[in-house]
């Protein structure tokens, strides 16, 4: 086989750019992409050409380069964030985006974002506002606070609390809250880089009021309290609260700072969830300061809300680093929106997609699995499909012991294996995100919107040695 007589049948740029599809691309897409496109296409040509043995299979790369183009083209003038559907039952999934902010929200957001907003200006007094203002009144109404502003992430609001309220000075906190979130969050490491001194006491498993009492010096600017809410250690423990932590904080004069991590707003052991400590309970029992993220239970925009006492508010509202860990117009909007569903304990479970999920009972989630079951067997599937129960996870670090009860469709399919099957899941047009378990693909109702159950059949339709 000559390769030189092959490398040679690889069309030129010129003429490709004359065929009629790539032309009509130039035109949609512009030149540059295309061009990308081509180069990028003919140089996998080559490699190709260069591997292959005989005609056929040079034949067989030379094939569709058109399409092969097209395809290219396109990939790469298209976003790639996509919508997935997430069937793994984990509410909120960090990988997959967290808490999905109610639709209603996104289209009434829609007109604010794409034109112009009161984002930092007060209409009626027609001069400069602050950002904090949407929702500042609504976040001390629901919590009880004096005070409250957000942040990107409650990350962040670790670091500006500690920053404006301890550096150079030092800042208490118990062994067994020195946690670490993921995404390389740990708590000596933001007390470090906010410029505070961290005074460790108490042990592991271990911590008394002493300890605390003991460690308050001239210096101390801060007692830190930390919601361990990735973990539990259960067995022979002991910790302070707010309430026993706040008059020795008084007769000090140190304010007490809570990272309440996920910060609800409903007392979630009336839908039969394990308690988690809430933002008005915290702001009742004493803490000065208390963060909590807006996109954990809370069920809103990735933020980290930070209420308390006007006179520490205004201090961080002041510090340099709220300039560079402020909040955009997305965020502002979505955040008002989602703390006004609040207002009506029954609205928030209702409009708010996290707690409506993670509040649905078994019974209900059962009637859901039993209906996309139902759209899935109208397909004439090469697989079997049957309805199973299992349990879901609330994830992003909230509640980690809390299982909930929940139903799902397990599907094994008959031509190719459980891994494949997954792996294909993944690529398809909407990707599904889904578990694998004793050897079956788990789809979870618990996170898959209903519209979404013929979609899946669809799709599944049209893979291979599956659907057709
Ligand atoms: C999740 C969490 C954080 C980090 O919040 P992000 O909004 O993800 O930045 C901080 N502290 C605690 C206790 C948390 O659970």
Not at 28 to 50: S, W
Not at 180 to 207: C, Y
Not at 305 to 320: A, E, F, L, S, T
Not at 400 to 405: I, K
Request: glycine share 8%.
């Amino acid at each position: 086989m000559d390769k030189n007589q092959i490398f040679r049948k690889i069309p030129k740029v010129d003429v490709l750019l004359e065929k009629e599809k790539i032309a009509e691309m130039v035109n949609h897409y512009g030149r540059k992409n295309v061009m990308a496109g081509i180069t990028e296409e003919l140089g996998r040509l080559r490699e190709a050409l260069g591997k292959v043995q005989d005609e056929v299979a040079a034949g067989k790369a030379l094939a569709d380069l058109e399409d092969k183009i097209a395809k290219n083209v396109e990939k790469r003038t298209k976003p790639r964030m996509e919508l997935v559907i997430n069937a793994t039952g984990t509410v909120l999934h960090t990988n997959l985006g967290r808490a999905p902010i109610a639709y209603n929200h996104v289209m009434e957001l829609v007109q604010k974002i794409s034109g112009y907003s009161n984002l930092e200006y007060d209409i009626t007094a027609g001069k400069r506002g602050e950002r904090y203002a949407h929702f500042e009144k609504l976040l001390c109404e629901l919590t009880g606070a004096e005070a409250a502003m957000a942040v990107n992430n409650n990350a962040s609001s670790v670091l500006l609390i500690l920053n404006s309220l301890a550096k150079d000075k030092e800042a208490i906190v118990s062994r067994g809250e020195l946690i670490e979130i993921g995404g390389k969050f740990r708590i000596p490491d933001v007390m470090e880089a906010s410029g505070a001194t961290m005074v460790s006491v108490g042990t592991t498993n271990k911590t008394h009021l002493e300890d605390y009492e003991e460690a308050i010096t001239e210096e101390t600017a801060a007692i830190l309290k930390v919601h361990t809410s990735n973990y539990r250690i259960v067995g022979f423990t002991e910790s302070v609260t707010i309430d026993e932590l706040t008059p020795l904080a008084k007769a000090h004069d140190v304010p007490v700072v809570e990272d309440l991590g996920s910060g609800v707003l409903i007392d979630l052991s009336k839908y039969g969830l394990s308690y988690e400590p809430t933002v008005q309970d915290s702001i009742r029992s004493g803490a000065d300061v208390v963060c909590f993220s807006g996109d954990k239970l809370l069920g809103g925009p990735q933020a980290g809300i930070i209420v308390g006492k006007k006179k520490y508010i205004d201090r961080m509202k002041k510090n340099q680093l709220t300039r560079a860990l402020r909040i955009d117009k997305f965020t502002a909007a979505a955040l008002e929106l989602t703390l006004l569903e609040y207002l009506s304990e029954e609205k928030a479970i209702q409009n708010i997609p996290t707690l409506r999920m993670i509040t649905k009972s078994a019974e209900a989630v059962k009637k859901e699995a039993q209906k996309l079951l139902g759209v899935l067997e109208k397909y004439d599937f090469n697989a079997e499909i049957e309805l199973v129960s299992l349990e879901s996870q609330i994830g992003g670090g909230s509640l980690p012991l809390e299982r909930l009860p929940g139903y799902g469709v397990a599907i094994v399919p008959k031509e190719i294996s459980v891994a494949t099957f997954e792996e294909r899941l993944r690529k398809l047009p909407v990707p599904i995100i889904a578990r694998v378990a004793d050897n079956k693909l788990l789809l979870d109702v618990r996170t898959i919107e209903p519209s979404q159950y013929n979609i899946i059949g669809d799709m599944l339709e049209s893979m291979e040695a599956f659907g057709k």
